[in-house]
């Protein structure tokens, strides 16, 4: 910026195109989206990362449709959840209203490219002292003003807060659609939680159950002098402890409750979530995600904005430092009494520039432009940490997907292995050949087996929300497919066993949920073959119809 604007006494249409022709003018620097830190590939892709696509530079999508992401979970209930928080929650409508907040900013930003102009009307009477008869000198006055200024943008201040306004009301767009998609993510967190919890819970009714019935039978036995007293106290601790811990699962069932109904704008008095069979799959992670994904993200998108906006206060701050011109007109009509003003008033008017301009501060738009480079160089270091969160969240998420999927193999293989086991001491039992401690021993191994496998699937949707959120609303391309490897919507098929070097990411394990139609019955091992004359059935039922004379070898 090199115009320089020279004092004189300048007539004022002259002083007016001056004023246009330097309009052009904008201190301070040009925005320019910094770099921010990128990887040729995601460290955590699958082998075949090619296929990703070459990285190019952002081109923010934030505005992209991102559709009903969640429905690939195919679950009605939580389609049901989900309308209800974009109209619903307050946190949600605290972002919409910073929205329009900053709309208004924008709109009285830009009010600054217009003259002001104001009226007056005045009617008064005075008195101004006495005449020579001493009768009071009484005058009446009447008058009407029209009154117009303007200050010109010289330097491009108007324009550079104009600037800063829109990228602001843009950043605060993208934070609302953060906080939807955020919010969204979490209430589909919370709810799969929930339905993992009614697993557990069923799988402890179930246990309580079986374990109530076996302690049952070692009293019949204690009573008849066929089992000891510390049979009967083990018993009881087994029994107790799962009613302990069918106790505490209902208080993080009842917070996960809690949670969805606040995030969709209820009191918890007023909401409540029924259990029942939840037959949600785990969506199939496509083996190529498009890189155009990470543009979606509006938390990114939001960032990238602020480095914008505080890009232009660094002009505004700058533009202090030049002289303001003030162009000012003014006209009206005055008289003594209302007749004359009617019939011949005085015309009165006045139109002039005037130029100012601040010689010294003490260092204070110094301050002001200093802290404007501060502020920005803070909106860099934000931007590009905003940039590896993102690519974190994404790492870390295809590494859950890929090797929570190898976990559940092993785990599945595990439940299996604690199944078998517990069906092989039960039918040992059943000969007289094996004691009462070792079929609790079976019957607790098979039960954490199943809950570490519960726990397990519900990591599994964790990190297909998580890893959805993290690449700005699911993995759809908008009006198309998702990238090569899988299709929309597709959920995982049961998968057999497999070794480390076949899962990917596409995998689900091959474990049923406990409330699927044809799920097994987790709390009811399978039987092994029963020695000749034996009975079939579960290891629990198999005690439980034991009579209570009967004999143990031991």
Not at 141 to 150: I, R
Not at 273 to 282: L, M
Not at 331 to 349: F, I, K, N
Not at 389 to 408: G, H, K, P, V
């Amino acid at each position: 910026m090199n115009a320089i604007f020279r004092s004189s006494s300048v007539p004022a249409p002259l002083a007016l195109a001056c004023a246009l022709l330097l309009g052009g003018c904008a201190v301070g620097p040009d925005y320019q989206r910094p770099d921010a830190p990128a990887a040729p590939a995601f460290k955590e892709a699958p082998a075949d990362s090619a296929q990703w696509g070459e990285w190019k530079p952002a081109e923010p999508q934030d505005a992209s449709a991102r559709g009903r992401w969640w429905a690939i979970f195919g679950d009605a209930d939580l389609d049901a959840l989900m309308s209800q928080v974009q109209i619903s929650n307050q946190n949600i409508k605290a972002a919409e209203a910073q929205y329009r907040q900053a709309q208004a900013l924008l709109q009285s930003a830009r009010a600054g490219y217009y003259p002001t102009v104001g009226a007056s009307a005045s009617a008064g009477r005075s008195s101004s002292g006495t005449t020579t008869t001493g009768a009071a000198r009484i005058a009446n006055s009447q008058g009407a003003s029209l009154t117009a200024s303007w200050e010109p943008d010289l330097w491009g201040k108007v324009r550079r807060q104009v600037e800063s306004s829109e990228a602001s009301a843009q950043a605060s767009e993208a934070t609302l659609a953060s906080t939807l998609l955020s919010t969204q993510a979490t209430l589909a967190q919370t709810y799969f939680l929930l339905r993992i919890t009614d697993q557990q819970r069923a799988l402890l009714e179930r246990t309580v159950a079986d374990y109530t019935r076996s302690l049952q039978l070692v009293r019949n036995q204690y009573a008849v002098g066929t089992a000891q007293r510390s049979d009967v106290l083990q018993s009881e601790t087994q029994l107790k402890s799962a009613q302990a811990q069918q106790i505490d699962i209902q208080i993080t069932r009842a917070q996960y409750e809690h949670a969805i109904a606040i995030l969709i704008g209820q009191a918890p008095a007023s909401f409540s979530v029924a259990a029942h069979d939840f037959a949600s799959r785990v969506p199939r992670v496509p083996a190529a995600l498009p890189s155009a994904l990470l543009e979606r993200r509006p938390d990114i998108a939001a960032a990238e904005r602020q480095m914008a906006a505080s890009n232009a206060q660094i002009g505004v701050a700058q533009a202090a430092f030049y002289p303001t011109l003030s162009l000012s007109a003014s006209g009206g009509l005055s008289a003594a009494t209302l007749a004359r003003w009617l019939a011949l008033p005085d015309r009165v008017w006045s139109i002039g520039p005037a130029l100012a301009g601040t010689l010294f501060d003490g260092g204070l738009r110094s301050a002001a432009k200093a802290q404007a480079v501060a502020a920005y160089d803070q909106s860099v270091a934000e931007y590009r940490q905003t940039v590896l969160a993102a690519f974190q969240e994404i790492e870390d998420n295809l590494a859950a997907a890929r090797l929570l999927e190898q976990e559940a193999v092993v785990q599945d293989d595990a439940l299996r292995s604690a199944r078998e086991a517990l069906a092989l001491v039960n039918n040992r039992y059943r000969a007289g050949t094996a004691a009462l401690l070792d079929v609790l021993t079976a019957q607790t191994t098979a039960y954490q087996a199943e809950v570490t496998a519960l726990s397990i699937y519900g990591r599994q949707f964790t990190a297909s929300v998580v890893l959805m959120r993290a690449l700005g609303g699911g993995w759809h391309v908008e009006g198309g497919d998702v990238a090569r490897g899988g299709q929309p919507g597709a959920a995982a098929p049961a998968a057999p066993a497999m070794n480390a070097a076949e899962a990917t990411p596409a995998a689900v394990p091959a474990w049923t949920p406990l409330s699927a139609p044809a799920a097994a019955n987790l709390a009811r091992a399978p039987a092994a073959p029963a020695p000749a004359g034996g009975r079939t059935g579960t290891p629990v039922q198999a005690i439980a119809e034991e009579t209570p004379g009967s004999t143990r070898a031991r």
